[in-house]
């Protein structure tokens, strides 16, 4: 089982659109959480850090959920802009400093 | 700015051959890391570096070796390179949380 699993897609949504993804990590001791955006053929790039209390930036919130391991990210009022894959990362239990990836959900927002 | 560099951008090499993918970064950064990308895999963690001096496996380090020559370069080695080692390789540098940079890709096809 992988240690961080995404729905790969792809979310195929009209401009305006409230989308949502989720994300869950198998190890417990997880310590730190994000959600990186990649563009295609492109390197990932952060989008937002994931705090245990929820945090928003503008149309994106983000959710962390421990006992139930799992992480969400929502994107309300979609733009064009938005079309990318969205990338789960976990800092997991074993280093603070080993960054696991999930393989990505895509999103397609259309006009 | 540079922030982090890779060399090369893309390479095409033969079974058997070695290569080493270099990778440098300017922001003084003290954890360095190299990840792989496959179509419908998401980056997958091949090796990382927390501090100079020291260098640890990750999901995938199979078939590859690391040196942190420095502070500032971290290179990756195909000793024997196979075409299940056809892929995009990420570099990526952090300090402390949350973000990691990334390079702009290695583009490696090996035939």
Same mark, same amino acid.
């Given at each position: 089982? =992988?240690e961080?699993?995404q729905?790969?897609?792809?979310?195929?949504?009209?401009?305006?659109?409230?989308?949502?993804?989720?994300?869950t990590? +198998?190890?417990?001791a997880?310590? +730190?959480?994000?959600?990186?955006?990649?563009?295609c053929? =492109?390197?990932p790039?952060?989008?937002m !850090?994931?705090?245990?209390?929820g945090?928003?930036d503008?149309?994106?919130?983000?959710?962390?959920?421990?006992a139930?391991?799992? #992480?969400?990210?929502?994107i309300?009022d979609? =733009?064009? +802009?938005? !079309?990318?894959?969205?990338?789960?990362v976990?800092?997991?239990?074993d +280093? !603070?400093? =080993?960054l #696991?990836f999930?393989?990505?959900?895509?999103?397609?927002?259309r006009? | 700015?540079?922030?982090v560099?890779?060399?090369?951008? &893309?390479q095409?090499?033969? $079974?058997g051959?070695?290569m $080493?993918?270099q990778?440098?970064?300017?922001?003084?950064?003290?954890s360095m890391?190299?990840?792989?990308?496959?179509?419908?895999?998401?980056l997958?963690?091949i090796y990382y570096s927390?501090?100079?001096? $020291? $260098?640890d496996?990750g999901?995938?380090?199979?078939?590859?070796?690391?040196s942190r020559?420095?502070?500032?370069? &971290? %290179?990756?080695?195909?000793?024997s390179?196979a075409p %299940?080692?056809?892929?995009?390789?990420?570099c990526?540098?952090?300090?402390g949380w949350?973000e990691?940079? &990334?390079?702009?890709?290695t583009?490696?096809?090996?035939?």
């Amino acid at each position: 089982r =992988k240690e961080v699993e995404q729905d790969p897609g792809p979310f195929n949504v009209p401009e305006g659109a409230t989308v949502a993804f989720n994300c869950t990590y +198998s190890n417990s001791a997880s310590q +730190s959480f994000f959600w990186y955006r990649q563009d295609c053929r =492109k390197e990932p790039k952060l989008l937002m !850090s994931v705090y245990s209390s929820g945090n928003e930036d503008g149309r994106f919130t983000a959710q962390l959920n421990r006992a139930s391991q799992y #992480i969400s990210l929502l994107i309300r009022d979609s =733009k064009l +802009s938005d !079309s990318a894959t969205y990338l789960c990362v976990v800092n997991t239990g074993d +280093s !603070s400093y =080993k960054l #696991i990836f999930g393989s990505g959900t895509r999103l397609l927002v259309r006009p | 700015n540079a922030g982090v560099t890779q060399t090369p951008k &893309f390479q095409v090499l033969k $079974t058997g051959q070695s290569m $080493t993918l270099q990778c440098a970064q300017d922001m003084n950064h003290n954890s360095m890391y190299w990840y792989r990308q496959d179509p419908g895999m998401g980056l997958r963690l091949i090796y990382y570096s927390a501090s100079e001096g $020291t $260098t640890d496996k990750g999901e995938v380090p199979n078939g590859y070796n690391v040196s942190r020559l420095n502070k500032r370069e &971290f %290179s990756l080695r195909l000793e024997s390179a196979a075409p %299940s080692q056809t892929s995009v390789y990420f570099c990526a540098s952090r300090q402390g949380w949350p973000e990691a940079f &990334f390079g702009q890709g290695t583009r490696l096809t090996v035939v």
